[in-house]
């Protein structure tokens, strides 16, 4: 992802990092999941979380080189899976990279990816088969098939009568009333002084009505009862299958000046009342001046687009962005605003090692809390819950020979009821 101060650019889930594609990933991929690809020259041991002491696995991994930089430049972001730790900045890490090496182009997969399958297997060469034989099996297919099935019938209609015939034999009719007692049954106390009723019969066939017990659990706190963590082989603390599934992340650019569905549905209204209203606003006369101008206007007014009914202006905003493209699972823009779920309080504004400005990057929507799903977890859902995630770095990015790696600042902010 190049740097560009103007468009946004958009992350959205590509297609599976399979076997066939892992020689092509390196650290200028744009993904999802996985390990981090790093250069040669770079160790990173995972990330452990300082709430949980758990590692925290790769959410994404953004290639984001800038223009007046020699260095190759990636960011790395993890997060800890461990619920009592969603919705904490500190659970969050956002590891920045640079290096100088010279990529080896990897050749065409042509070779690798080509199907051992001949085309012309499926298509015009398919006429080669034996026409004879082909017709011959399926005459013989379809004499058996009817074979079977005459049986089939014989046998459903052979057992249905005798079923029948039987049952007929065992009918008997008895018109006693239930109610008399003489095979057991709901019984009238006729001396009782409130309408009451009790039943008679065997203590087998008496059914009994136990009384509601108080429950043993408590049920409000196994509905508030956290997602537990996920059993995978070994200790998880050193597992090294504690990752996401990985897969490519494409890259578009938003469109400017896309409308909404609710942008639409006022034009739509605008429209129909002006075709309404064409009578009226017809038989205006041209010697009333301005009175066309002001029909004209109070139609706009009347369909301005108004206020979202809870108020918040913030959240509306956020949501309208994310529906113009709702795949979206990323958003790129360094050097510019980011959306918010609500204000920022108490954020830093300097880098940890150079002390110059920070500047936002990139946030991660929580449109790809579906997309994170473990690889060997058995219950294949999502381990992460948030609003969103806004990654701050240094806007001189700052760098030297003897630097291994820099981390970034990461603030969560979490969903609004």
């Given amino acids: 992802m190049a740097q560009n101060n103007i468009k946004v650019l958009l992350g959205f889930e590509d297609e599976l990092i399979t076997e066939k594609y892992k020689n092509q990933v390196n650290f200028t991929t744009n993904k999802i999941g996985g390990k981090p690809d790093l250069p040669s020259n770079i160790k990173l041991e995972p990330p452990i979380c300082p709430l949980c002491q758990l590692p925290r696995p790769l959410v994404v991994q953004v290639y984001a080189p800038l223009e007046s930089s020699p260095y190759h430049r990636t960011l790395y972001?993890?997060?800890?899976?461990?619920?009592?730790?969603?919705?904490?900045?500190?659970?969050?890490?956002?590891?920045?990279?640079?290096?100088?090496?010279?990529?080896i182009e990897h050749e065409e997969p042509s070779a690798a990816v080509t199907s051992k399958t001949s085309v012309t297997d499926w298509c015009a060469d398919a006429d080669d088969w034996d026409d004879n034989n082909a017709n011959m099996n399926e005459e013989n297919g379809n004499l058996i098939n009817n074979i079977e099935r005459v049986s089939d019938e014989d046998d459903e209609s052979c057992s249905f009568e005798e079923s029948v015939r039987t049952g007929l034999g065992n009918l008997t009719v008895d018109d006693r009333?239930?109610?008399?007692?003489?095979?057991?049954?709901?019984v009238g106390r006729l001396h009782s002084p409130s309408a009451t009723a009790e039943i008679e019969g065997d203590e087998?066939?008496?059914?009994?009505?136990?009384?509601?017990?108080?429950?043993?659990?408590?049920?409000?706190?196994?509905?508030?009862?956290?997602?537990?963590l996920p059993q995978l082989h070994g200790d998880p603390r050193k597992s090294s299958l504690f990752q996401f599934i990985s897969s490519f992340m494409g890259v578009w650019e938003e469109t400017a000046g896309a409308s909404t569905i609710s942008d639409r549905h006022v034009k739509e209204l605008l429209q129909e009342y002006q075709q309404k209203n064409e009578d009226d606003m017809n038989l205006v006369s041209p010697d009333t001046g301005g009175a066309s101008a002001q029909i004209a206007d109070n139609v706009y007014e009347k369909y301005e687009k108004s206020n979202p009914a809870h108020g918040d202006k913030m959240f509306h905003h956020f949501l309208s962005k994310i529906q113009m493209n709702p795949s979206q699972i990323l958003r790129y823009n360094r050097d510019s605003a980011p959306l918010l779920l609500y204000p920022l309080q108490g954020l830093q504004t300097t880098c940890n090692y150079c002390?110059?400005?920070?500047?936002?990057?990139?946030?991660?929507?929580?449109?790809i809390i579906p997309k994170l799903k473990l690889v060997g977890d058995a219950k294949h859902c999502s381990r992460l819950e948030f609003g969103t995630v806004l990654v701050f770095t240094c806007r001189k990015s700052c760098w030297s020979t003897d630097t291994n790696t820099r981390h970034e600042t990461v603030i969560v902010q979490s969903e609004v009821y």
């Fill in 177 to 186: 009333n239930a109610n008399n007692g003489a095979f057991g049954g709901a």
């Fill in 204 to 228: 087998g066939e008496v059914v009994t009505i136990d009384s509601p017990v108080m429950p043993q659990q408590d049920i409000v706190a196994l509905l508030q009862e956290a997602t537990p």
């Fill in 355 to 367: 002390k110059g400005d920070l500047v936002f990057e990139f946030q991660v929507l929580p449109t």
């Fill in 77 to 103: 972001l993890f997060a800890c899976i461990n619920p009592n730790c969603w919705n904490q900045s500190e659970s969050w890490i956002c590891i920045r990279v640079q290096s100088q090496e010279k990529l």
